[in-house]
């Protein structure tokens, strides 16, 4: 009798726990080698027992287990690791034994038999199950055969998912399920198990499960792991493809297939057949899964790029879903990129976690800067790692905000993060939720599939429209800022590179483009970029963001050869102060995009004109005075500002009227505690612990014609206040010795200005956010990510902050916010420490921000004037309301290809002069579209706001 429901569960469970699914393990003999190198096979074996000790933590071991297999069994392993079971110089199969996703069992044929096991000490989540680092343990505990009972294990699954169901069901079915249950651990007639299977669903709701592993490319443990990583989800995936028939498999990320492709060829063939049955699916259509909140809207247009071409030539597919599950934001250009990369459909899951506010569907569309649109999906299960459990499959429906609207959600299920995807027992448990009462009807099919119905069922969805904040992980703007200077750095250099050698150059070196670009792409991976990985991550990703800006400048030097020529690489006419090869200062007249001249030297006390065009006047020589009080007076032709001893922006003056507020550039440092997400998160209460920096211990003064710097030391921090003659802007030049633990620098710009928002740079474009907290929604948005600039105006006058390589802002009132430094200690104890150099400006200016060109300012801030020996000339130019952003080769043909975008929310036609004799509107993957007119030898380009524009044209002196 059950007169007891918690006690019949119980008994129900215990019952489901004895069945005999393995029989009695038959021991192996066993023999190690190792540790070896990560990717080296196997040396000298040596003899082994069950309890040696392995480690440490991401060493590697060759495990060989020799015996006679019993028909039907599985081979198990249990060490508190990952491993590769390889068979004929192949990687086969693979298990996980550590302390989540343990996958500790693979069926292996009968016979006498031999196995090979690659071992490597860390979990899926690159600990060891003791500890982190060198507390790492590992220890050999099973290594065996045993039988497996099919009929228990049939039983085995057909209890426990009814037992799981009883506990989600209405209370008759309840009822009915927990009595034929109780009945059948007495009597053990399965028809009463078939009874219960058979009843079929008679829900309005449509599941749709698709298997994935959400394989970080990097995390916890570095590159080289995750190539095993790889290896070891492929294996077992093409391993439960073969024993599920309606499994199908997603898997993201055009670099991973690629190193499958380079490394393990065979492997690759294997998944190109299962993608060719339309069992394995390519998702996604990016090279990796980018974070998007800090790469450029080129980087962005090129993780399209290069993951589409990928996707179409080497497995077939053109991905029509962006598929970023675990991504911390998305800017609100995406839907536009995507657009334009052949994507109508979106997936990601991260907003649900949502600290302040939740989003409110879970199916809608969602609406870029520009009006582009997207068909978008959060999965209602709340995670991208789903087991497939009754209780998620029930919360599927349960949850789903928008019923109303439509009858479908998906389940991505499968063990992430640390890759390895989908179990034997999620497929069993899927196999027996298709249609049964109590549960949405539940099918396992492709993405594409589900979103195909999902558009046609689905009515009235709304619209949400702009950014998607994450509210969460706000400290990735900021965390590991050498990765950041870096990816900025990386851009910059690529962008000079491919328009030199595009325009300049007479060979255009594609492969190595590629390679570059490739590997800047890699690094833009949502936990690289952002800084949320390990030491040994960080570590590589410095030093290849390093080899890109190094590879990028090879080819520049080579294009531009030696000599003091100043070469402009921006679609900007540039009339300002540089710095030549011979260290000299120099004013300089400079065209958009081709070399200028020389307009003035610095003199005793004056600058002089060196000749050249008549018509071009030397800028007046900068102002520097001393006040009785200490204060030094700085000043040019647009600005007069004065600097306190202390090393702060006492007043910023521009056309009479007063920028400042408060003292500016006040330096400020805030607690900022430990947690479990330490290099991800800045808790809120922080904005309560600010600590003002002491004053600067000394200053001096550098003058020069054409530059005043006053140099402020403050003993770990030494700032270089700078005035150039001409300059709109006022430039402070840091270098910075850090060593703190848990605390975040910022620099404070109290400004005398009223404005509800401040607009800051995202990806080809801008958005605005609140200076106020009047709602939760505002409060959420205390620290907000942005890339060169961001302004805070008034009608008729605004101030503008812009930076060299900072991606985290904040504003409250009237004082915006820079965040320079953190010092996170989780999962890179070594984060940050050490010597940074970075820069920031202040540009007041009258009206608007549009209307003050900040966005061409905040471009030169971040452009340096290069020199070489190149003839004095324009290469191109564009008027008419666009930036043109890119000009690079196609990717299959001498053809240029133009990246252009509206920066200001206006309507228009511009003109767009490069050689071309035809020209043609393309979309991102360089396809062309419409022609466009060529008028007077100018592409005339009409344009909507914010709208990203890619132009494909050729001339008859267009070569590969």
Known sequence: MFEHREYARERIAQFAARLPVFGTPVPLSLSLSGPVERGEFARAYRPAELGARLGPLFATYWLRASGTVPSGAHLFLDFGGEATLWVDGQPAESLSSGPRQARMSVPVPSGERVFELELACNDAFGYGESGQGLAARFELRRCDVAPVDADAWRTFHDVTFLLALEDVAEPEWAGELLAQLHAFTVDGDRERLDRLLARGSNAIHHT???????????????????????????????????????????????????????????????????????????????????????????????????????????????????????????????????????????????????????????????QGLDGSEVLTHFPPADTYNAEATVEELHRESAVYRDHGRSRHSLLVFGHGDGGGGPTADMLERLARARDIHGLPRTVVRSPVEFFADLEADADDLRTVVGELYFELHRGTYTSQAQLKRGNRRGEGALHDAELLAALAGEEYPREAFQRLWETLLLNQFHDILPGSSINEVNVRARADLAAVEAGAEAISAAVLGEGEIPFNTRALARREVAVTPGDELVFVDVPPYGAGEIVARGGAGSSAPVGGDASVVAPAPVRLTRRDDGAIVLANEHLTVTLSPDGTVTSLVTGGREALSAPANRLELYEDLPTAWDAWDLDPAHLETREDLPPAAGHTVREHPLRAEVVFDRGWLTQAIRLDAGARRLEIHSEVDWQFDHRLLKVAFPLAVHARDVTYEVAFGAVQRPTHYSTRADLARYEVPGHRWADMSEHGFGVAVLTDSKYGYSAFGDTLRISLLRAPRLPDPEADRGLHRFAYALLPHPGSWQDAD??????????????????????????????????????????????????HGARGTARVRVPATTAHRANLLEQPGDPLSIEGGEIVVPYRPWEIVTVYSSSSSSSS
């Open 208 to 366: 749709s499960a698709i298997g994935h592993a959400h394989l970080d490319t990097a995390w916890l443990w570095p590159l080289e792991e995750t190539y095993r990583k790889l290896i070891r989800t492929t294996t077992a995936q093409l391993r439960l493809l073969d024993d599920y028939p309606a499994h199908v498999f997603a898997h993201s990320q055009a670099q991973h297939y690629a190193w499958l492709r380079d490394r393990e060829p065979a492997l690759f063939a294997r998944v190109k057949a299962a993608i060719a049955a339309g069992r394995w699916i390519p998702v996604g259509g990016t090279w990796v899964e980018p974070d998007c909140n800090l790469p450029s809207g080129e980087s962005l247009a090129r993780q399209f790029l290069y993951g589409q071409r990928f996707f179409e030539r080497e497995l077939g597919r053109h991905c029509t879903e962006f598929w970023n599950p675990d991504v911390f934001g998305y800017t609100a250009q995406l839907p536009q990129l995507m657009r334009e990369a052949g994507i109508t459909r979106f997936l990601t899951q991260k907003l649900s976690w949502n600290r302040f506010t939740q989003p409110e569907h879970h199916t809608f569309i969602w």
């Open 854 to 903: 900040v966005v061409g300012e905040a471009t030169r801030f971040n452009s340096p004037i290069r020199w070489g020996a190149l003839a004095p000339g324009s290469l191109a130019s564009v008027t008419g309301g666009l930036v043109l952003d890119t000009i690079k080769r196609a990717e299959d043909s001498g053809a240029l290809v133009l990246r252009l975008y509206e920066p």
